[in-house]
């Protein structure tokens, strides 16, 4: 008897420790679990009241912050957009997501030591150290990764938006100069190949993308300005072409003084002449350098319309994109956009605008996201601009709703346009008439009429783009 009452003793203890170890071990994973929910509610309940009412107040002030941002996101946008391009709100939120990181995982670890992990089973304690070690690893981790986006914005804003005068927008818009430059081994200098105007509607975000022949002669300048004291009678000389403006005024950069790119002046006086748009804003990108933004989003995809050249012009043939739909990786869409070894510069153009309309309307928020640190590096090396940080949530505001709508596009070519004698009466017209039709509004009459008879004749550029 005694045995079997032994016998019994000792299996109810057993039983009882098993039961007491399944208790420790319950209570230790649901502290991390309190801490993961409400961080700091395990030390209110078994640790340091003080430390855990701190911890409290701050997760609620977080939360409150976080669905003040939603309302502030659904209600007022810009505020959002501003809170994200301002530098100073910028930093510190770096600071604060750090700090909140290395503070929610000593509070994990925390949590972990009134756990007793030394009272449980050795089975239980690797268990308990997984679990938080994987609780650390996916909160802290998330709140540092978020801090490196936040980082990554700011440098690639502290490098590419200098502080840099602040416009207002004229009649109601904006007009942006993009610039395609060239900076080929074979060429000296950076020359803008690639030249348009984005006219930007400020309250609906409606944009008329004008495009204009880098081979345009006879360019005018404003009254005044040092390039219409130097050429009275327009841009008239041997091989000077709208694109070669930028190249002029670097070579000669004595002539304005006190003006950091001169080039870009010089171009920027002249589409102000030619389209009669005042120029707030530019943006000048290396065309080289693209490839490596094209990269860096994964590619973009463009219905292209004929199989074209990669090479020629100065060099062999060397391949070619090939015509249908297909997703272009960098070193395709370069060729796509500059390639005119079997086409002239106005269907470059087209194509040109294609892939600016690809990526207005494909850059998705999340591929942006996962690419950060590409992009920003991609953008750092190509990219420059007198855009002010300051307007940078203006433009992003414009730039998400321009996604949801059409652009228009004018290209000023022949027959429309004789780049070798342009009527720039016409271009004055054709560009009031395309920014009234787009923001809904009658057009000038005759002189309308006069425009889009001869656009209806020609102008294939626009065609092309509006294909692809």
């Given at each position: 008897?005694?045995?079997?009452?032994?016998?019994?003793?000792?299996?109810?203890?057993?039983?009882?420790?098993?039961?007491?170890?399944?208790?420790?071990?319950?209570?230790?994973?649901?502290?991390?679990?309190?801490?993961?929910?409400?961080?700091?509610?395990?030390?209110?309940?078994?640790?340091?009241?003080?430390?855990?009412?701190?911890?409290?107040?701050?997760?609620?002030?977080?939360?409150?912050?976080?669905?003040?941002?939603?309302?502030?996101?659904?209600?007022?946008?810009?505020?959002?957009?501003?809170?994200?391009?301002?530098?100073?709100?910028?930093?510190?939120?770096?600071?604060?997501?750090?700090?909140?990181?290395?503070?929610?995982?000593?509070?994990?670890?925390?949590?972990?030591?009134?756990?007793?992990?030394?009272?449980?089973?050795?089975?239980?304690?690797?268990?308990?150290?997984?679990?938080?070690?994987?609780?650390?690893?996916?909160?802290?981790?998330?709140?540092?990764?978020?801090?490196?986006?936040?980082?990554?914005?700011?440098?690639?804003?502290?490098?590419?938006?200098?502080?840099?005068?602040?416009?207002?927008?004229?009649?109601?818009?904006?007009?942006?100069?993009?610039?395609?430059?060239?900076?080929?081994?074979?060429?000296?200098?950076?020359?803008?190949?690639?030249?348009?105007?984005?006219?930007?509607?400020?309250?609906?975000?409606?944009?008329?993308?004008?495009?204009?022949?880098?081979?345009?002669?006879?360019?005018?300048?404003?009254?005044?300005?040092?390039?219409?004291?130097?050429?009275?009678?327009?841009?008239?000389?041997?091989?000077?072409?709208?694109?070669?403006?930028?190249?002029?005024?670097?070579?000669?950069?004595?002539?304005?003084?006190?003006?950091?790119?001169?080039?870009?002046?010089?171009?920027?006086?002249?589409?102000?002449?030619?389209?009669?748009?005042?120029?707030?804003?530019?943006?000048?990108?290396?065309?080289?350098?693209?490839?490596?933004?094209?990269?860096?989003?994964?590619?973009?995809?463009?219905?292209?319309?004929?199989?074209?050249?990669?090479?020629?012009?100065?060099?062999?043939?060397?391949?070619?994109?090939?015509?249908?739909?297909?997703?272009?990786?960098?070193?395709?869409?370069?060729?796509?956009?500059?390639?005119?070894?079997?086409?002239?510069?106005?269907?470059?153009?087209?194509?040109?605008?294609?892939?600016?309309?690809?990526?207005?309307?494909?850059?998705?928020?999340?591929?942006?996201?996962?690419?950060?640190?590409?992009?920003?590096?991609?953008?750092?090396?190509?990219?420059?601009?007198?855009?002010?940080?300051?307007?940078?949530?203006?433009?992003?505001?414009?730039?998400?709703?321009?996604?949801?709508?059409?652009?228009?596009?004018?290209?000023?070519?022949?027959?429309?346009?004789?780049?070798?004698?342009?009527?720039?009466?016409?271009?004055?017209?054709?560009?009031?008439?395309?920014?009234?039709?787009?923001?809904?509004?009658p057009t000038d009459g005759r002189k309308a009429a006069k425009a889009n008879r001869r656009a209806k004749a020609a102008?294939?550029?626009?065609?092309?783009?509006?294909?692809?």
């Amino acid at each position: 008897m005694s045995v079997v009452g032994s016998s019994l003793s000792s299996g109810a203890n057993r039983f009882l420790s098993a039961s007491s170890a399944r208790i420790r071990c319950r209570r230790s994973l649901s502290l991390l679990l309190m801490t993961l929910v409400v961080p700091g509610s395990a030390q209110l309940v078994a640790g340091n009241k003080a430390v855990g009412r701190v911890a409290v107040r701050v997760w609620v002030g977080v939360l409150g912050f976080a669905l003040l941002l939603a309302l502030l996101a659904v209600t007022h946008r810009s505020a959002i957009l501003t809170l994200v391009t301002d530098p100073a709100l910028l930093l510190g939120m770096q600071v604060s997501l750090i700090l909140l990181a290395l503070a929610w995982m000593a509070l994990f670890c925390d949590a972990w030591r009134l756990g007793d992990p030394r009272a449980l089973r050795r089975g239980q304690r690797l268990a308990m150290v997984g679990v938080n070690g994987a609780l650390c690893i996916v909160t802290g981790g998330a709140l540092l990764f978020s801090a490196h986006l936040v980082s990554v914005q700011r440098d690639f804003i502290a490098a590419v938006f200098s502080g840099g005068e602040v416009y207002d927008p004229t009649a109601g818009r904006y007009n942006v100069l993009l610039l395609g430059g060239d900076s080929g081994s074979q060429r000296s200098g950076m020359r803008p190949d690639s030249i348009s105007v984005a006219s930007i509607d400020e309250d609906t975000g409606k944009t008329v993308l004008f495009g204009l022949p880098r081979n345009m002669e006879n360019v005018p300048f404003p009254d005044g300005s040092v390039m219409a004291e130097q050429f009275p009678d327009g841009f008239a000389c041997r091989g000077c072409f709208l694109n070669g403006v930028y190249t002029w005024a670097t070579d000669h950069a004595e002539l304005f003084p006190g003006v950091k790119n001169p080039g870009e002046v010089a171009t920027e006086q002249a589409v102000e002449a030619i389209t009669g748009l005042p120029i707030h804003y530019y943006a000048m990108v290396n065309l080289k350098g693209f490839r490596d933004l094209v990269d860096a989003v994964g590619g973009i995809t463009i219905d292209v319309p004929e199989e074209i050249p990669i090479g020629g012009i100065g060099g062999a043939v060397t391949g070619a994109v090939p015509a249908g739909v297909h997703k272009l990786d960098g070193y395709q869409t370069l060729w796509f956009a500059r390639s005119r070894v079997a086409d002239d510069d106005y269907s470059r153009m087209a194509r040109q605008k294609c892939v600016m309309s690809a990526m207005l309307q494909q850059l998705k928020p999340r591929t942006v996201l996962t690419h950060v640190q590409e992009i920003a590096d991609a953008s750092k090396a190509l990219l420059s601009t007198n855009l002010p940080a300051s307007e940078l949530d203006t433009f992003i505001g414009l730039a998400l709703k321009a996604r949801s709508q059409p652009v228009g596009t004018v290209s000023f070519v022949p027959p429309t346009i004789a780049t070798y004698d342009p009527d720039y009466e016409l271009i004055h017209t054709m560009v009031v008439d395309a920014i009234a039709k787009s923001e809904g509004e009658p057009t000038d009459g005759r002189k309308a009429a006069k425009a889009n008879r001869r656009a209806k004749a020609a102008n294939r550029t626009d065609d092309l783009a509006a294909a692809c």
